[in-house]
């Protein structure tokens, strides 16, 4: 290993709090990412969600604004959220992986998949994230978030929509990362895959409104 032993663990604060966190992520240097991205883009949302969302990087957008999911596929990802019933605003939005890894093709930053190495490496923040929000439902977006967070071998094709127990929440759903909509090559396949993520979704919708939060 190139940098032995390095990860997100050497640069978190003493007292953990969701702020304390994030400033402290500003700084990280636990894997290589940093260097070639603009900032750390660290989660953002309701302090008290009961709904946590990961996604996999920052991208483009997300790396330029320092916010997740605030590009296109945070526009798709608003669209569902809401033909759902939920509400962004209620939810706390975060990425497994808080710089984003990118390749220059031209003037463009095209997305690299971010590495075994780099996504545990950042995992720390992503842990503390969720065990300070206690959210009743952890929802997986894509392979790289749900392999992280529910195992090495899960397979979303599979067993999308599903409700599985996990160590972070009481119940987790994983579905597909919303960038696979915008990749599909027909306005008809992009039109089906929607649907299936809203209807992975709806999943998550009824497991909050089947245990409404005792105040
Ligand atoms: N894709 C992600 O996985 N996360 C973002 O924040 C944006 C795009
Ligand atoms: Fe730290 Fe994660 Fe950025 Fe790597 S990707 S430098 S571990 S915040």
Redesign the pocket.
Known sequence: MAEAGL??LQ?LPAKISLSSLREA?RD???????KH?TQ?VFGEGSRSARIVLVGE?PGHEEDLQGRPFVGPAGRILDEALEAAGLDRRETYVTNV???F?WVAQGKRRLHKK?GAR?IG??L??LEKEIELIEPEVMVCLGATAAQALLGRDFKVTARRGEVLPSRLAPHAVATVHPSSILRQETSEDREREMKRFIVDLKVVARLLNGHPRAS
Do not use: I, M, N
């Open positions: 990860s997100a640069f992520a990280c240097r636990g894997c290589p990412l940093y991205a750390t990087q992986v808080k710089h890894k971010p780099e490496a950042c720390p923040w």
